[in-house]
């Protein structure tokens, strides 16, 4: 294309210098890489009267249990949870459409409690167990849940319903036979644009008579 | 109804499940091996020159790959062939706050953030203009060289003679509405992935493919190609599901072509993922609109004459612009019946983001100002406002005056229904204080008739296969945006071969493998790719039908199918003379040959069985592929010349082969001390043709309700010297599970003699009678004429306020929310205490601050 340009091959040089591997394997063993330089251990400073770790502002490793597998990745401090899970496990059912906590979207379970994933550190995550909108089948089945979704009509374009699949898990749980202000409350946290609330409604409805 | 077996059932979306479980791919769910990431530079002024961009800081930072900037791409486009007037990355200037002036790809996402930060850009603020009255008496600084005074389009049309009807009328209805922006918000941030092949014999950047959120999958590669100047038959673009559209996603958004300019230069897959405040920036929304509208009508409400003047706020672009501002004028016929016209439409350039084509694209603002008008007609008449409305009722089949062609006609059925179900004539006046009812109508076109690309050219082709083992594979271009697009197709095909619906699937929006379909806008699938799959597996059933007639040793025409089943004609209603399981059929075929011994292959036991009453699918599909080779068909569809409208400047937007029909009425209460206005229920008919899955009907029936109710109460782009100052989805405030009133969806069948089984619009027209209906219910409920939306508590309190004569709210810039004179800076409670950019001259604010001394 553009030989006079310097950028086509600088920098996929420089990486290869580095590290000893092409971009494009940098690429694909990027996050796991030896290529990264890894801090050990955090650095700790006193703040307040104690020791406290700083972690960062390079990667640092860490371990989450998601949907009851083990993961590990060497990412920034800064780094959200669903970042971590959209990029680094290629778990994508969780959605981002805010990144500031406003829709829902991104809804998973951290130690079965509703949270939203863009707005929680990945580092934050650990030792926790998270649970995503890809672990909810049931072998082959769909849980009564996403099944009650399919009956009402309860999704349109679908790209809120990872996430309101996961409120409505969460919230069947907790009230078995939900009223409708539970599930007025219950959806609260949750937007969306093609005004499916009603079949949500309706799908809640039914899972709450069946028993999930 | 019972002549159909898919047709008419209330089916789950074929795609629903892979929704619910997160298996459903949308384009920022992929990657790519050596993916970067784009990140794109935004300006941040209004209206300004590029002096120098210098990107060399930005180009030395660790794992940035590439930079692009306008000479990269300098190829003008726009999704109008009028209007090629937008460079994927800014040329020589930026004409709104959030233009796109340079992206970077890099290895990560913060890189590339990083990076931005690195590039140096030197502007040359230049006036801008943000009141679209203004911008009209501009003669300097235009916006775009070549469009006289900021006016994108301007149309005068008259039809018959207002003049005279003014003038006979007993009378005048007069008042200035004025309809706020509003974005489609969709919860899919626009996302486009783009990769190259390498050319194996040059070894340069080779096809390319393009993975993107679009409603329109062959305008993308149009442009796409236009702007890269490659051949289209080098560029794949493919739709992988689309997380809402509502026709923010019907045009070329700059980061698909950008995405694509940055792979070429990065000689790697690049993908960009608009964040929240890109995509409010991304826009092309509904326009600001000011509408000052005149209705003329004799004593009994007979409409006679409407004039209208509809000046619309279009943003920096053209956009949609040209249709935006003609659907506005032309749906002002073909509801009711109007002997006499007369439209002024301006659509005026502004230094804010692009307006472009949204849910009811232009019909939806003027509807709010008509049907407010005709309540406040009926009051003043003293009719009952259903009345009024069934007065000027069409006598279809008929051509308007403005040449629109009305065959089917659900309006008078929709507006019983809705009056009957309210029990309206019980309720209205008697619901107690601050409590009321509304009633309006609206209209919507089911595709337009004629495509933006004069051509003729069907707007929608289809293919069908059939496989062997009776699998049918429906490839159309239609884009499932969560319409329901795949599972209508999957429907329509099913119903004609007369198969189970679980034998189909749908292959849909991929330009190297699916026929062109011009796209998923103006509600033209149901109608445009149904009528073509309604052909296609039409086609397939005639190749079929001779091979099962020679089979069964009836003629073609006398073969049915229904059910999985191939029958002779009269031997059907669902029973065969020998009634047989099609199981049991399929397995022992040759079974009731009497005192034959079974040999051989089950081809040559059906050879030797002979006359057959009747087949499986299955079995008729083997006959009919062993008969004719490949079983395949193609159906397309155009509209038919006499839908297309009439011969005057602007009159192919607005013509389509069928229209919608809406009747609503909303109950609301208004708290009198807060201003806060509740809406208790919607009960919403809409004249849908023929409900092909009445589940998706009564769903999009609703999601349009909801919509129209955040335009009506809530949303609103507010805006300040050019800058959006509520770009996120609280600030931006659309509706949520908590503001839930019920929608009660009443589906109404009128028939329509071209659409498929009858269909017909039904997924936009219902938005914009709920605008009006609750604008009259809020005068039900406390006597006041809101003639701006969204109705505020603010607006409401300082209309109440005004009515009692208490202490008045004085809105900002003064504005009474019963007659707004023109737009307010910004509508909610916003300040805004900042010194902005320099404003034009002309710019009425500036002149007020500068007569006050100082900027506030």
Redesign the interface.
């Known amino acids: 294309?553009?030989d006079d340009?310097?950028?086509?091959d600088d920098?996929?040089e420089?990486t290869e210098e580095r590290s000893g591997v092409s971009?494009?394997g940098?690429?694909?063993i990027?996050g796991v890489s030896v290529a990264v330089p890894l801090v050990a251990r955090p650095e700790m400073v006193w703040a307040a009267g104690e020791q406290v770790p700083v972690h960062g502002p390079g990667k640092v490793p860490m371990e989450f249990t998601i949907n009851g597998k083990k993961y590990k990745a060497n990412l920034?401090p800064?780094v959200t949870l669903l970042d971590a899970l959209?990029d680094q496990f290629?778990?994508?059912?969780?959605?981002?459409?805010?990144?500031?906590a406003?829709?829902g979207?991104c809804t998973v379970l951290m130690d079965n409690k509703t949270v939203y994933a863009c707005s929680l550190l990945a580092i934050e995550a650990q030792g926790k167990q998270i649970t995503?909108?890809?672990s909810?089948?049931q072998g082959e089945k769909?849980h009564p849940?996403?099944q009650a979704?399919?009956?009402n009509?309860a999704?349109?374009?679908?790209?809120?319903?990872?996430g309101f699949?996961i409120a409505c898990k969460a919230m069947i749980d907790k009230h078995p036979n939900p009223s409708p202000e539970d599930i007025?409350h219950g959806?609260?946290g949750?937007?969306?644009?093609?005004?499916?609330?009603?079949?949500?409604?309706k799908a809640i409805a039914q899972v709450g008579q069946k028993g999930a | 109804m019972s002549d159909f077996s898919i047709i008419g059932k209330r089916t789950?979306?074929v795609?629903?499940?892979?929704?619910?479980?997160?298996?459903?791919?949308?384009t920022?769910?992929l990657?790519l091996?050596?993916?970067l990431i784009g990140k794109i530079l935004h300006s941040p002024f209004p209206h300004a020159r590029i002096k120098r961009i210098d990107s060399s800081r930005a180009?030395a930072l660790?794992?940035?790959?590439?930079?692009v900037t306008g000479k990269d791409a300098p190829n003008p486009y726009g999704i109008l062939p009028v209007g090629h007037d937008e460079h994927a990355l800014a040329l020589d200037k930026v004409r709104y706050v959030g233009d796109n002036v340079a992206c970077v790809a890099a290895?990560?996402e913060?890189i590339a953030e990083n990076a931005l930060e690195l590039i140096d850009v030197e502007y040359e603020v230049l006036p801008a203009y943000f009141d679209p009255e203004e911008s009209m008496k501009a003669e300097t600084d235009l916006i775009h060289e070549n469009k006289l005074h900021n006016i994108e389009k301007d149309y005068h049309h008259v039809f018959g003679d207002p003049e005279k009807a003014f003038g006979e009328a007993d009378y005048v209805a007069e008042g200035r509405f004025i309809a706020n922006e509003v974005t489609?918000?969709?919860?899919?941030?626009h996302s486009t992935l783009a990769a190259f092949e390498i050319d194996s014999h040059t070894g340069?950047?080779g096809r390319l493919t393009v993975w993107s959120s679009t409603q329109v999958p062959y305008y993308l590669q149009h442009k796409l190609s236009l702007v890269l100047d490659m051949p289209m038959a080098q560029i794949r673009v493919i739709k992988p599901?689309?997380?809402?559209?509502?026709g923010g996603k019907s045009e070329v958004i700059p980061l698909e072509i950008i995405a694509a300019i940055a792979a070429?230069?990065?000689?790697?897959p690049v993908k960009i993922?608009y964040?929240?405040e890109e995509v409010f920036w991304a826009h092309r929304g509904r326009p600001r609109s000011i509408i000052d509208l005149k209705t003329a009508v004799k004593k009994d409400g007979a409409i006679t004459a409407v004039k209208a003047r509809v000046v619309q706020d279009g943003g920096a672009y053209c956009s949609y612009g040209v249709v935006t501002i003609l659907y506005s004028g032309a749906l002002l016929g073909a509801l009711y019946d109007i002997p006499n016209i007369q439209y002024d439409g301006y659509r005026v350039l502004t230094n804010k983001p692009a307006c472009g084509a949204m849910r009811g694209h232009g019909t939806v603002n003027v509807r709010f100002a008509f049907e407010s008008q005709l309540d406040e007609i009926a009051a003043r008449l003293n009719l009952d406002p259903a009345e009024i409305r069934r007065r000027n009722l069409l006598k279809p089949p008929c051509v308007t005056i403005n040449g629109l062609r009305v065959q089917s006609y659900g309006l008078p059925e929709c507006i019983q229904q809705v009056v009957e179900r309210s029990r309206w004539k019980q309720r209205k006046g008697q619901l107690g204080k601050a409590s009321g009812l509304g009633i309006a109508c609206s209209h919507y076109v089911s595709g337009a008739a004629n495509s933006i690309i004069r051509s003729d050219m069907p707007h929608s082709t289809v293919n069908i296969k059939i496989d062997r083992d009776g699998g049918v594979v429906v490839y159309t271009g239609a884009s499932e945006?969560?319409?329901?697009s795949d599972t209508m197709t999957a429907q329509i095909a099913a119903e004609t071969l007369g198969c189970s619906l679980g034998r189909v699937k749908v292959v849909a929006a991929d330009t190297d493998l699916t026929p062109i379909d011009i796209g998923s806008y103006s509600s033209r699938v149901t109608f445009m790719a149904g009528n073509a799959t309604l052909r296609a597996a039409e086609q397939v059933k005639k190749q079929i039908a001779s091979a099962a007639a020679r089979k069964m040793n009836c003629a073609p025409e006398d073969v049915v199918f229904r059910e999985d089943k191939v029958f002779r004609k009269g031997d059907t209603q669902g029973q065969s003379p020998t009634p047989l399981e099609p199981t049991q059929a399929a397995v022992s075929v040759s079974g009731r040959v009497e005192g034959q011994i079974l040999r051989g292959s089950l081809q040559q036991k059906r050879k030797e069985e002979g006359q057959k009453y009747f087949l499986t699918f299955e079995e008729a599909v083997v006959a009919a592929i062993d008969f004719h080779g490949a079983l395949t068909g193609t159906g397309s569809y155009a509209p038919p010349p006499e839908a297309r409208g009439g011969k005057h400047k602007g009159a192919g937007v607005g013509p389509s082969p069928a229209y919608s029909y809406s009747a609503q009425v909303a109950e609301v209460s208004v708290d009198e001390d807060t201003g806060e206005v509740t809406v208790h229920k919607v009960w919403a008919a809409h004249d849908c043709g023929r409900a092909l899955n009445p589940?998706?009907v009564?769903?999009q029936i609703?999601?349009?309700?909801?919509?129209g109710m955040g335009q009506a109460l809530e949303e609103e782009m507010v805006w300040k010297d050019g800058m959006l100052m509520n770009p996120?989805?609280?600030e931006y405030r659309?509706?949520?599970?908590?503001e839930?009133p019920e929608?009660e969806p009443i589906i109404v069948e009128s028939v329509d003699p071209e659409g498929p089984f009858g269909a017909k619009e039904c997924s936009e027209g219902s938005l914009a009678a709920t605008i009006p209906a609750i604008a009259n219910a809020i005068y039900d409920a406390v006597g006041i004429r809101l003639h701006e939306s969204p109705f505020t508590p603010e607006r409401v309190l300082a209309a109440l306020r005004a009515r009692k004569g208490a202490k008045p709210i004085n809105l900002t810039e003064g504005v009474d929310p019963t007659a707004p004179r023109r737009f307010r800076e910004h509508g909610g409670a916003l300040w805004f205490r900042g010194k902005g950019p320099e404003r034009h001259p002309l710019d009425p604010a500036r002149r007020e601050a500068a007569d006050a001394g100082g900027d506030d």
């Open positions: 294309m553009r340009d310097p950028i086509h920098v996929p420089k971009r494009r940098f690429l694909k990027a920034e800064r959209r290629d778990l994508t059912g969780a959605k981002r459409v805010c990144d500031r406003e829709c979207a995503t909108v890809e909810l089948m769909l849940v996403q979704f399919v009956e009509d999704s349109q374009c679908g790209f809120c319903t990872p699949v007025r959806l609260a949750n937007l969306c644009r093609c005004g499916t609330y009603d079949g949500i409604k | 789950a979306m795609d629903a499940a892979g929704k619910t479980t997160g298996a459903g791919k949308y920022d769910d990657t091996p050596g993916m180009r660790e794992g940035v790959v590439a930079i290895i990560s913060a489609h918000a969709a919860m899919e941030p340069k950047p599901l689309v997380g809402g559209g509502f070429r230069a990065a000689k790697a993922t964040t929240r945006i969560g319409q329901g589940v998706s009564e769903g609703i999601g349009s309700v909801w919509m996120g989805l609280l659309s509706p949520s599970s908590t839930s929608v």
